[in-house]
């Protein structure tokens, strides 16, 4: 795996950059710092977009500048650019319906209510892509304001007390997707999904 392309979620501008629904904008931007590798915005892959080596791999790393409801239409114009098979794509995403700190790698599957995957499989019409999922844990609830709890939930800005045991989870991501080019994913994908933010 010479080439590895990593497109992390989120919505673009100042406004959301600390909410939860930015998890997957987060660790990549992390990424690209330790590397210092800047993102720019290149408008025919509807993206802003960092690149880099590690040992003998490059690393594509890419923010849809489409928000989040859209991202298939920057994840499409990626995939038909660089004319690459859908298995060399890692989709980094938030999910409220994991607990805080639990990490989901996953070969393929539906879009579980996120937005942001329903749009990629619509446009990729395929459920046949890695993702890789982060907890963010999901908003206490009354009955009658379910809906407007989970959008002001993902939406809201990351707490305090969020912010370390999820830069605990960005830390461990990160390892992980630096081993892409050297260990074999199924035991990535074991060690992601066996990580306990307690034992860190």
Request: aromatic content about 10%; some cysteine; glycine content about 6%.
């Amino acid at each position: 795996m010479n080439e590895i392309y990593l497109i992390g979620l989120g919505n673009p501008g100042k406004k959301f950059s600390k909410s939860r629904h930015n998890v997957g904008f987060l660790i990549l931007e992390n990424l690209s710092k330790k590397y210092n590798s800047n993102f720019l915005l290149k408008d025919k892959l509807k993206s802003f977009c960092a690149e880099f080596k590690i040992n003998n791999s490059t690393y594509r790393l890419f923010l849809p500048n489409t928000f989040m409801n859209n991202s298939g239409d920057a994840v499409r114009a990626i995939v038909d650019w660089y004319k690459i098979n859908l298995d060399q794509i890692f989709i980094i995403v938030d999910d409220k319906d994991l607990p805080l700190g639990k990490i989901r790698f996953r070969k393929k599957g539906s879009s579980g209510g996120h937005n942001g995957l329903k749009s990629i499989i619509e446009q990729l019409q395929s459920q046949n892509f890695n993702r890789i999922r982060v907890g963010i844990g999901s908003p206490t609830s009354t009955n009658e304001k379910i809906n407007f709890n989970t959008i002001s939930h993902v939406l809201g800005n990351i707490s305090l007390e969020e912010k370390s045991i999820l830069d605990k989870v960005y830390k461990k991501v990160i390892e992980s997707l630096e081993q892409l080019n050297i260990k074999k994913e199924e035991y990535i994908i074991n060690e992601l999904n066996s990580f306990d933010k307690e034992q860190t």
